[in-house]
Nanobody, 121 residues
């Protein structure tokens, strides 16, 4: 199995910054994609940012220029640097990764438990 541990959420004032981290551990041969999603109360879960194994990134239009996704392949960790936070960024943020558990396995999808980000106005 694979475990994802998220950290870095919390309460911040509008305009502030937070850095989320998600560390993967367990039965891992190689990590493919690493992504951050978020879900606000009463809304559907949405993709915030993603990064491929070769470092290609994409960010939702709503966070472009404010959020940056990065990964550390040696530590099996993905980060989300969030700057210029707005009240509408308030949500539970989830880490999502695609993992090959050995060289013959198919790609498996895993989710973290979520971390709360609250931005006050």
């Amino acid at each position: 199995q694979v475990q994802l541990v998220e950290s870095g959420g919390g309460l911040v004032q509008a305009g502030g910054s937070l850095r989320l981290s998600c560390a993967a551990s367990g039965n891992i041969f190689r990590i493919d994609y690493m992504r951050w999603y978020r879900q606000a109360p009463g809304k559907e879960r949405e993709l915030v940012a993603g990064i491929t194994s070769d470092g290609s990134t994409n960010h939702a239009d709503s966070v472009k220029g404010r959020f940056t996704i990065s990964r550390d392949n040696e530590k099996n960790t993905v980060h989300l640097q969030m700057n210029s936070l707005r009240p509408e960024d308030t949500a539970v943020y989830y880490c999502n990764v695609g993992v090959y558990r050995n060289r013959w396995s198919y790609l498996s999808n895993y989710w973290g438990q979520g971390t709360q980000v609250t931005v006050s106005s």
